[in-house]
C-alpha cells in the first residue's frame, strides 16, 4: 500500500497536524496518523499538504485565449466574440490537445478534479460528428492522458439569446433542442475518473419551456447540475423584459434549483435571489479571476455565505490557473467592495476549493484528507520565495502561495506531479503552444 | 563590452522586435541592433526581454507580515496594530537581513531598482541610534548587496494622526519635527547605485505648518518626493474637519505638488485633487496588490490617466511582489468597477513599471533597452506552463505572466540573476525564514 509521510497536513474540520502519515489503499485512504516519524517506506512530502482541488467551472479552451484577448477596448460581448473566433476552429483532435495541455496545467496547480462546462458539441454549423459525443470523449480523454478527474457537464444551449435565434457561430453548440439534447447525452456513461453531469448554458441558451426537460433529466439521473446564472447585468435585463422575472427566480420555477445545482458567477443577485439559491442549497461557483477579466463586477460572495450558499470556485476563462488565487480572489473583492477584511476566513476559503468544489461536482468523497476518502494529496512549498516565513498555515497556502508552489500532486492514489513537473507528460512548453497555434489566428 | 542578444526585445517607444542585440558599457546601454543573428560572444536571453522593472512604493519590511495578517476580522486601521507589532521588533541588524531577502525576492521578479518608503528611524521610544541613519544605511547596504537599485525615500513622520500626539509604536519614526528630520536626513548621500529621496508619510503624520518645509528640502535639492495619499476615506474625513480641504489640496497649498512628486495610492480623490495631480505633474504610485488586500476600494486610474497623470507602481505591503500583477492589477481593478475593458493598453501599463516608475523615483536614465539608458535587462519565459501560447507580445508578459517567468536579470549591466536564482544569494527560503523569524512572534 502506497503511503505519504507529510511535514503537515491541513486535516478536517479545519487544522494543520505535523509529521502525518497517510496510506492509500485502492486509490481510498486507509489511514491518517499524526505526529510519528517518517517510516522508510513512505513517500516523503515536505510543506503543508493540502486534499485534492477541485476546479468547478473550466472551459479548457479558453486557454488559447490567455493574453490574446487583452488589445483593445470592450466588454464581456466582444470578448465573446473573440472567444467564437477559437470556438469555430475546434474538432475533436485539437481539442484534445488542448485540452491535454489545459488540463495538465491545472494537474500543476494542485487540480484534481475539473468540471468542464462543456457546449461545443457538434461539427462548425451543427451537423453531429460521426460519434455525436465526439467532442465530449476528447475532453473525457484529455482528462484521462493528464490523470485527473473529470466531471462533463453536458450544456444545453438551443437559442442566441433571449428570443433571438443562433448565430452561425452558436449552430455547433445546439442540439436543436433540450429532447435532442438529453438524447445525445444519455449515451455518455460514468467511468473511473468521470462523471457526467448536466448544464443549463444560461437563461439566455435555452427557452423557458425548456428549462424544466434539463432540470428533470438531471433530477431523475441524480448528477451534478450547472447553469452560468446573471454573470451580466444585461443578462437580468433582457430576462425581466421578457419573462417578468430574474434569472435566479426562472430557474427556480423551472425546478433547478436543489442540492446537485451549482449556479456560476451569480454576479448580479438581488436579495431575493440569495434567498431562493439558500433555501434551495443551490451552490454557488465564484470564478474572481475571470470575472475581474471581463469586467463582470464583484458579486455578493458575502451575502451568498451569509445566507449559507456552499461556495466553490473556477478557473473559467483561464486567464489564470491557479485555485489559490481564485481562493483568495474571494476575499480580496469582497474586502474592494465593503471596505473591511475578514468576511472570509482562509479554512473557509480552502474549503470552497476542495471539498465543497468536488461536492459540486459529484465526487462527494473528494476534497479530505480524511480515511474513506480519495487519496488526493496536494503539497505547497513553504519555503519558496513567495511562501517562506508565513508558516505552516491555511493564511500562507491561500494569500502567500500560487500555483507555482505547488510541488507534488497525488490524484486517487497515483502521482501525477513530482517535483513540480506533470511525471508523464514533463514540460508542457512546447506543446501548449502547439495545441494553441491550432486553434488561433 | 559585455552583450545580450535577445531573441525579442520590448524597445521604445512600444514595439517588440526580433533577434536584438544589447550591449552595455559600463552600465550604460551602447548599441541596440535589431534582426541579427546571436555573435558567439554574447550572452542569449529567450523569450521577451523587457527594461528593468521599478518596484516604486516598498516597505520591505512588511515581508515579515504575508499571510500573518490574514486571520480575523478588521480593516486598514487594524492591519496597521498588526504592522506595528513589526516595526517595533526591527534594528538594524535584522532590518538588513529583512531587506536583503525582500530585495532578493524583488530582483528574482526582475525589479531593478527599489522605491523604499522608509520611516522606521529610531530606536524603539524614539532615541536615534549612534548613526541616527542606521536604519537608513541598513536598507542601502541591503540592496546593494542583492545587486539592485534603491531610492531611499526618506518619510518625515511626527504626529500620530491629525492634531494626534504619537503612540508609543510610531515614536520611533518621529524626528521631532520637520527641521530635524531635514538635518539627518542631509547627512545621507547619493551613491552609484544610491538617491536620497524625501517623503512626507502622509498628511495624518505631518502637521500642515511643517508639509511645506519637507517640500521646500525635495525642492531644493531637486529629488524624489513621495506622499501617501488619501489611501483612507477617513484620512480625507479628518482632513477636511480639521483644514476644510482634502489632503490633495492641503498639500497642493504646502508646495507639495510638483514634476518631482509622486502620490501614493491616491484611492478616494475628488475630481478637482486629480485636476490639481494633473495641472502639476504630480505621478501616482498604485498599489493593486496592496489595495485590494487592505480593502482601501478601487481608485480612479482611469480618470488619472484621462487626466495625464503619470501611473506607476509598487508592491507596498509585499502580499506579493509581482510588478506583472499589479501592472494589470491597474486595468482589472478598472474593469471591476466601469465593467469595461480596456482602459489601458498592455504597452501603457508595461510603461507604468519601467520607465514610469524609474522617472519617479530619479532615474530618468533607466526604464528603456535604448542607447544611454542603463544596462537593466529582464528576461520573460514566453514558453512556460503560464505563458506558452500567448506569443512574444506586451498582452503575453502583463496578463499572462507571473513574477515567476522571470528568468534572468541584468542591472547596470551585472548579471544578478539568472536561470531563475539570484547568482550570488542562491535560494533564498531559509533566509528569508530566519530573517522573518527574528520579527515576528
Known amino acids: 500500500m502506497p503511503s505519504w509521510w507529510c511535514e503537515n497536513a491541513w486535516l478536517p474540520p479545519g487544522r494543520v497536524a505535523a509529521r502525518v502519515l497517510i496510506t ?45 484577448t487583452q488589445a483593445g477596448r470592450g466588454d464581456f460581448w466582444t470578448w465573446r466574440e473573440q472567444m467564437y473566433a477559437v470556438a469555430t476552429r475546434l474538432d475533436p483532435d485539437n481539442y484534445l490537445a488542448l485540452a491535454r495541455v489545459t488540463y495538465t496545467e491545472m494537474a500543476l496547480a494542485g487540480i484534481t478534479c475539473v468540471g468542464e462546462f462543456h457546449y461545443v458539441h ?44 443562433l448565430t452561425p457561430p452558436q449552430r455547433r453548440f445546439s442540439d436543436g433542442d433540450a429532447v435532442a439534447w438529453a438524447a445525445r447525452v444519455d449515451e455518455l456513461s460514468d467511468a473511473a475518473h468521470v462523471r457526467i453531469g448536466a448544464a443549463i448554458h444560461s437563461v439566455r441558451a435555452v427557452p423557458s419551456d425548456q428549462l424544466g426537460d434539463v432540470a428533470d433529466w438531471a433530477r431523475k439521473r441524480a448528477v451534478p447540475f450547472h447553469f452560468h446564472l ?20 426562472l430557474l427556480a420555477d423551472s425546478g433547478a434549483l436543489g442540492a446537485a445545482a451549482v449556479a456560476v458567477h451569480a454576479t448580479h443577485l438581488t436579495a431575493g435571489d440569495i434567498a431562493l439559491l439558500a433555501s434551495s442549497s443551490t451552490g454557488v461557483c465564484l470564478c ?12 455578493p460572495a458575502g451575502a451568498l455565505a451569509a445566507a449559507g450558499v456552499a461556495l466553490s ?51 462527494a468523497d473528494a476534497g479530505q484528507l480524511a480515511v474513506g476518502m480519495r487519496g488526493d494529496l496536494v503539497a505547497v512549498d513553504l519555503a519558496s520565495r513567495r511562501t517562506a516565513g508565513g508558516g505552516a498555515t491555511a493564511e500562507t497556502v491561500v494569500y502567500a502561495a ?21 511525471v508523464r507528460l514533463g514540460d508542457i512548453g512546447a506543446t501548449l503552444q502547439a495545441a494553441i497555434g491550432a486553434v488561433v489566428r
Open 24 to 68: 492509500v489503499d485502492d486509490g481510498r485512504v486507509t489511514e491518517v496518523k499524526e505526529g510519528i516519524d517518517p517510516p522508510p517506506t513512505a513517500q516523503r512530502l515536505t510543506g503543508l499538504v493540502i486534499p485534492g482541488l477541485a476546479n468547478t467551472h473550466s472551459h479548457a479552451f479558453h486557454r488559447a485565449l490567455r493574453g490574446r
Open 122 to 165: 457538434h461539427q462548425s454549423g451543427g451537423v453531429p460528428y460521426s460519434d455525436p459525443n465526439a467532442m465530449g470523449a476528447a475532453l473525457i480523454e484529455g482528462a484521462a492522458q493528464v490523470g485527473v478527474r473529470l466531471t462533463l457537464l453536458d450544456a444545453c444551449y438551443v437559442a442566441g439569446g433571449i428570443g433571438e435565434s
Open 230 to 249: 446573471s454573470e451580466q447585468r444585461a443578462e437580468n435585463d433582457a430576462c425581466l423584459d421578457r419573462y417578468g422575472v430574474t434569472p435566479t427566480r
Open 288 to 299: 474572481p479571476t475571470t470575472e475581474r477579466d471581463l469586467g463582470d463586477g464583484i458579486g
Open 313 to 363: 470556485v473556477g478557473s473559467d476563462g483561464q486567464s489564470v490557473i491557479d485555485m489559490f488565487e481564485e481562493a483568495r480572489g474571494i476575499e480580496l473583492d469582497e474586502r474592494l467592495a465593503t471596505y473591511s477584511r475578514g468576511t472570509f476566513v482562509a479554512g473557509a476559503l480552502l474549503d470552497a476549493t476542495t471539498v465543497a468544489g468536488h461536492r459540486g461536482l459529484g465526487w
Open 402 to 422: 500560487s500555483a507555482a508552489d505547488v510541488t507534488d500532486v497525488v490524484v486517487d492514489g497515483n502521482v501525477v506531479v513530482k517535483d513540480r513537473e506533470h
